[in-house]
């Protein structure tokens, strides 16, 4: 497989670095299952890393909420890698060139305070919990990269690290135990204009059952979770695609506020 993956994962680099539409992988290297299309992302990985997109120090999951699911009609998770490249904090700036068709996502995010090793899951939620040393808003930035993503199929974008772009991480809330995360509440707007709002409990009853399903679904294909790894765990709402010199604002009762501006 490493041969099929390595050509799968060549074409896919070749069009996140030119910023090309993508429009499906030849038959014989399109992946036919999960493990197939997690191998070609890690090796995805590894080519954008050597052509200096840098490390993957974040990690994202895809239709962890019930708007996502049904807008992207895929009815289970996905998970992605977030290069440290690709990361701003609170206040963010990106340039509207720089993607295909830019989407943001009203994120719930937190950071790892401890390692979670393949070799010890299954992990209970408690364990995860116990492994969380802050809490933050987030945007996810995405971006459609794709002649048709709705044709292409999940495996094509889990390859492809489900839309992802980078982020804007908001400020870390260390003292997070004394929230209840399922009922977090964010609002997102776009120039002023509400776009979508939600709670925590949006995120697959609970945020934390999210972050639970990554790292044992993750382990499965042999992947640990290092201590300062930060998890977007799902957006609130819709995707929202962005024009040029838009801003958003995401307002987190109460993690606090987030903004994304495209020049």
Excluded at 8 to 31: M, N, Q
Excluded at 167 to 172: K, Q
Excluded at 224 to 235: M, Y
């Amino acid at each position: 497989m490493r041969a099929q993956a390595l050509a799968a994962a060549e074409l896919l680099s070749r069009h996140r670095l030119d910023r090309l539409v993508f429009a499906g992988f030849p038959a014989e290297s399109r992946p036919r299952h999960e493990a197939e299309a997690y191998e070609v992302q890690n090796v995805l990985h590894e080519l954008l890393a050597d052509a200096g997109r840098g490390e993957v120090v974040g990690h994202k999951i895809g239709c962890t909420t019930p708007t996502m699911q049904a807008y992207l009609n895929i009815p289970r998770p996905a998970a992605g890698g977030v290069f440290d490249s690709t990361v701003q904090h609170v206040d963010g700036r990106f340039r509207h060139a720089d993607f295909v068709r830019p989407g943001v996502e009203c994120e719930l995010a937190v950071r790892l305070s401890r390692d979670l090793e393949a070799r010890d899951a299954p992990f209970a939620r408690a364990e995860v919990a116990a492994a969380v040393g802050s809490v933050m808003a987030a945007i996810e930035l995405v971006d459609d990269r794709y002649s048709d993503w709705g044709g292409l199929g999940a495996l094509t974008l889990i390859a492809d690290d489900f839309f992802g772009a980078g982020c804007v991480l908001g400020s870390e809330r260390e003292s997070w135990q004394e929230l209840d995360l399922n009922i977090v509440s964010a609002r997102m707007t776009v120039n002023g204009v509400e776009v979508g709002a939600g709670v925590g409990a949006d995120i697959l009853g609970d945020p934390l059952t999210a972050l639970m399903w990554l790292v044992n679904e993750m382990a499965g294909y042999g992947h640990s979770f290092r201590r300062g790894a930060f998890v977007l765990l799902g957006s609130l709402v819709q995707t929202h695609w962005v024009e040029q010199h838009d801003v958003v604002v995401v307002e987190n009762v109460p993690l606090g506020r987030v903004t994304a501006r495209f020049d």
